[in-house]
Structures are given as C-alpha cells and as structure tokens.
C-alpha cells in the first residue's frame, strides 16, 4: 500500500531516512519544474529545489500535520522562488527579453529532438516557437499570478491550498487566476485564434 | 462570471453552480467565448514538456541531507545501547540498596549531652563498684561472717 505524503514525513520525523527518500523521488520533479518556471533558469531552479528538500529534513522534528504535505512543500518553494527573484531583480532588469537563453533555460525543452521524427525541419521550428511563446507568455505575468497558474495549472492543487501558499483569501485567488488568465489570452491571442479556427 | 468561470473550466463547479452557469452561457456570447479563450489558454500551458532534474540533483540533495548534524535529545545517547541503560539502572538500584543497608545497621549517633546524660545515670553502678571496693575505712574492718548480715553491717557505717 502507498503511503501519504504525511505518513512519509511522520516516519522521516520517526528517523526514518528511507521515507525522505521516497518523498524526494515523489516531488523532485513537480518541485523543479515549478521552480524552472517561476524563476526561469535551470540551475538555480536546482539550487532551490535542493534548499526546498534540505529545509523539509531540517523541520521534520517540529513537523506537525496540520495541513496538506503539499501546501507545506509548496509553500516553502513559493517563499524561496519570491525572494529569490527579489534578490535577482536588478540582474532581470538587465537582461533583454531577446537575450539568447542559456542553456540551462532552453536545453530541457527541446523534446523535438527525439518526439516526434515525423515532423520537417520547418514543422519542428513552428513548434519550437509556438512553445517559446508560451513559455515567454508565463514568464511575463506578475510573479504571485505566474505562482497561481502553474499551482492550479501544472500542480492541479485546489483552490484552498493555492490560497494558503500565497498568503490570501480563496476569493482574492480567483481574482488572481482570472487576471491572470486574462493577461495569457492576450499574450497568446494568435494561439488561441488558431485554435478557435480549428 | 469572473470567480466562476475557471472552476467551470476545471470542473470544480457543484452541479447546481454548473447548470446556472451553462444557463448563462447559452444565452450570453461574450462569457462563451471568453470560457473557450480559457479553456485554449488552458491547454495551450498543458503543451509545455516536464523538466527532469539533472541526475546530479539527487546526488547533491542525499549528500546534503547526509552533511546535516544530527540532533539528539538528552536520553537519544542510550537508545543505540539498552545494555548500557540496564547496567545503569542496576548500578543505580544496587547503590540504593547499599545506602539502605547500612542506615538500617549503624546505630544512631549520640550527641555528647546524650552521652552525659547516660553516665549520670549509670553514677549509682560506678559508686557501687569503685567507690565500695576502694574505700580505705571498709578495708580495715573484718570479713563479713554472713552475706546478709555483712550487707546489714554495710549499711549502718554509711
């Protein structure tokens, strides 16, 4: 039988090493890619991600279920990533939205390479720019609303949950997401468009 | 409209809240076509592949973990060694034993007004001994023929 998410951590609390490591195989995944993309570069997504895990070990004496493992987790990678970007800001400001990226940022997504064979080279670069743009579409919103959809979108937490990570009332994060959503459709506007004429 | 039409797209929607909805966007195009831009947009962020992390990464968090001190509480030093615990507990029960031992044999200690106290009472049993058998006068007198009459004899020269 499967063990949740909180047995895991109570048994980590117990001394037990072996379910920390289930619960790093478990969320190493979802935690980087939320990182990846709330502060845009692999490397450091990395970084914190591990400083994510290490600060999950380092509380596992007081750890108390209270709430969800994944608010917890999540909550801690959210801090991390806010402040994170605060501390980078005035680098982020230099960097032109046309820099070449490095290739820690663009290296991971390039699936093209081995997915699909059937598409031509002028296939694989529309679909290389069609996924660029949505990529830069994220990267654009406000960082609170950029943690709101990739939680609700790629982490598929509850609104409940969601409100608790970012510090406000459900009510106040769906106002978020909506705006949020909005501000998407605008930036992928000749997507969606696309889309609709399917 | 607004707090709605996402849980709509997500299907979080209570079946009463869903059916007002799609009431609503039966008769009202803007919100339809607002709910399928969504829903686009929606899948349009689903295309976007996972990242893996590196290998390195599991290396670098295991190692970390590893490097991380280990807390222990007061007593945690006993928990790897119940021999150790239980020869403890024995050596500390045997010292109580002894303790009780010897309180129960050791005669109480007397003070020295105690010990006064005690001499004085035995006075009469020394005046019997040393006093009667060195007193000069009582040397000189005759051996008693009698044991009672020698006491009799006794008493009247005191």
New interface residues.
Partial sequence: MTRTDVQLMLDVKGGDEQSFELLLQRYRTPLVNFLFRMVKNREQAEDLAQEVFIRVYRAREEYVPTAKFTTWLFRIATNLALNSLRDHRHQKLEMSIDAPLTDGEDGDERPFEVADKHLTVEQELVEEERKKMIRRAIEKLPEKQRAAVLLHKYQELDYAEIAKILSCSESALKSLLFRAYEMLRVELAPLVARRGLK | M??R???YMDS?LKDSERAEMDKHLAACPVCRVRA???R???????????????PA??V???A??AA?PV?QSWWAWMRPSPRIAFAASMLLLAMLWMGYRKEAVTPLPISPEEADASMMQDISVMEDHDTLANFEPLKELPPPVEATADSDDTDQQM
């Fill in positions: 607004e707090s039409i996402l849980a979080r399928n831009e969504f686009s947009v929606s899948d349009l962020l689903g295309e976007l592949p996972m990242v893996e992390p590196t990464f599991d670098r968090v295991r970390r973990v991380e807390k």
